[in-house]
């Protein structure tokens, strides 16, 4: 993915691009499935940008419960709150698949030196834009969640991606389990009842394709 196809960087022109990676604000890495880009109790200067593949943002509690808590894809940043802050972090960070990672020191980059450069003030605007958007995601997973019924979390959540997607077949970004840790509910009740939903002519499904074939209450 090129630089200018990001949000973060919408409307800087080339040289505004080539300033910022003049000043030493930007540094790539590459992760490995599974691995760790940032752990929970760290703490972070530089928010990421997924540049290909895919992160998961986590939360595990002090009894191993996993909470999955958002998926990031190419495109996308997360991080920013905790490198603005300097606030240690709640959550961990997984490489959901081999993933490329841009990493912009935040902290530095608003931390005056920079005030007066032409593209400091789109990159505050994009990253507020880009934060206002996160926060609609999450207030999405507390809305799937709120109901204490297996059926209401998966119908919310399905819901919502049918409407998003445009269209009645459409693949979801987890696994069973995650898709589970998502939802906040035990892997094996939420199978079943997906399992129910089909026998009801409501959906049908295989691994993380789904068909809606009648309106979800």
Request: aromatic residues 10%.
């Amino acid at each position: 993915m090129e630089l200018t196809d990001l949000m973060i960087f919408k409307k800087l022109t080339p040289q505004e691009l080539e300033d910022i990676s003049a000043a030493s604000l930007l540094r790539k890495k590459t992760y490995r499935k599974g691995s760790y880009i940032f752990r929970m109790g760290d703490t972070t200067a530089s928010l990421g940008i997924v540049l290909s593949g895919a992160v998961y943002i986590e939360n595990i509690d002090l009894w191993g419960n996993k909470s999955l808590l958002s998926d990031v894809s190419a495109g996308q940043i997360f991080g920013e709150t905790y490198a603005l802050t300097g606030e240690m972090l709640m959550v961990d960070a997984v490489a959901a698949e081999k993933s490329e990672i841009l990493f912009l020191d935040i902290r530095r980059m608003t931390g005056g030196a920079y005030a007066a450069r032409s593209w400091y003030p789109k990159m505050l605007g994009n990253l507020l834009m880009l934060s206002s958007r996160k926060n609609l995601v999450l207030s999405n997973r507390i809305f799937h969640t709120s109901s204490k019924h297996v059926r209401t979390r998966l119908q919310s959540y399905l819901s919502f991606v049918s409407l998003r997607e445009g269209t009645r077949e459409f693949d979801i970004p987890f696994d069973r389990q995650q898709l589970a840790d998502y939802l906040n509910l035990d892997r094996s009740a939420m199978s079943k009842e997906l399992g129910r939903m089909r026998d009801d002519g409501i959906l049908s499904f295989k691994k993380n394709h789904f068909t809606l074939y009648r309106e979800l209450e």
